[in-house]
């Protein structure tokens, strides 16, 4: 059975630091992408990272680059999503996904993600 279970949320004031975590079992990790999406209330969700196990590759919305660093330990099969200087925009539910679409490749197309993990909630705020 695929699993996916997020960690690591929280209330931080803004300027600070989180790190979400991603722990999968049930597939092969080596041959898929994990990616994150987040959705904000009254808001679409969005894709925001991703990266391919297979071809080592990271995409980033252009809202979080520079800001958020995604990273993947094989040994573990995990994945991190490091948030630094975390602007009050981005509060919101934090979901990480599995796809083996395009040979493990990255999308922001959610429609290409099998499953899900229940979300962690970030909340920005002073």
């Known amino acids: 059975e695929v699993q996916l279970e997020e960690s690591g949320g929280g209330v931080v004031p803004p300027g600070r630091s989180l790190r979400l975590s991603c722990a999968t079992s049930g597939f092969s990790f080596d041959d898929y992408a994990i990616g994150w999406f987040r959705q904000a209330p009254g808001k679409a969700r969005e894709g925001i990272s991703c990266?391919?196990?297979?071809?080592?590759?990271?995409i980033y919305a252009d809202s979080v680059k520079g800001r958020f660093t995604i990273s993947s330990d094989h040994s573990t099969n995990t994945v991190y999503l490091q948030m630094n200087h975390l602007k009050p925009e981005d509060t919101a539910v934090y979901y990480c996904t599995a796809t083996s679409w395009g040979w493990g490749s990255c999308t922001f197309n959610d429609r290409y993600f099998e499953n899900w993990g229940q979300g962690t909630l970030v909340t920005v705020s002073s």
């Open positions: 990266v391919s196990n297979r071809a080592g590759s990271t």
